[in-house]
């Protein structure tokens, strides 16, 4: 269950939190942005520094209210919420990877803004990959670290998918969200996750983000108690 307030079952960790969703730049005014609230990684940045935890948060994004205590860092895309990891991982303990990051960005962005009645007008955007920025500190971990995805995916399959995830990725949790459901997830204040690790699954009841947050920080003290470092 929730830990009850004032219960600093966090002290002592470091927990970096990812937040919002990342913008891609088309040109010097436009992006392809994704409809990541930031409201997840928000609920889990308070609710672990009320836990006790020296929290900073990379917020990609998020327009909601800050809270006091919490270090928050604003990125834009996914190259810098990926340098701001770099610099971040290597000290923390516990990084709860909730940013939806886009996984394809404009090959070549304007640097002006394009006229729609340029000769050259574009009728198309080239992409190209991200890099994938859980994977690339999953390879930096030590054992001090835990590491935690969250992952939207749609109905049949989608544990097996985050459970794929889960491995390929190095991680010790992915919280798995249904975005087929249109009333939780993204932009809403409840949210129904599963919590995936190597050892079980674990579906919790529709709640706010707030409770799934406390929820999630159960599962990291239960998973760092069962593999001290
Ligand atoms: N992630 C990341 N860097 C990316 C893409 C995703 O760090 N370029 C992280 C997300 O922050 C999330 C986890 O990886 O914690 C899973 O993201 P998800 O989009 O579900 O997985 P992908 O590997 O991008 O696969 P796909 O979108 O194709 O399902
Ligand atoms: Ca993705």
Redesign the pocket.
Known sequence: GAAPSGDADLAGLRVLV?AGGTREPIDSVRFIGNRSSGRMGFALAEQAARRGAEVTVLAANVALPRAGGVTYRDVET?AELADACAQEFPRCDVLL???????FRPAAPADTKLKKDAADAPTAIALER??????ALAEQRTPRHTLV????EHGDGALA?ARG?LER?RLDAIVVNDISRADIGFDATDNEVTIVTARREQPLARAPKEQIASAILDEVVRMRAAAPS
């Open positions: 990812t996914a990877m909730a940013a939806a990051v886009a996984d991200t890099p994938d920025v859980l994977s995805g969250f992952a939207a998918y995830k990725k």
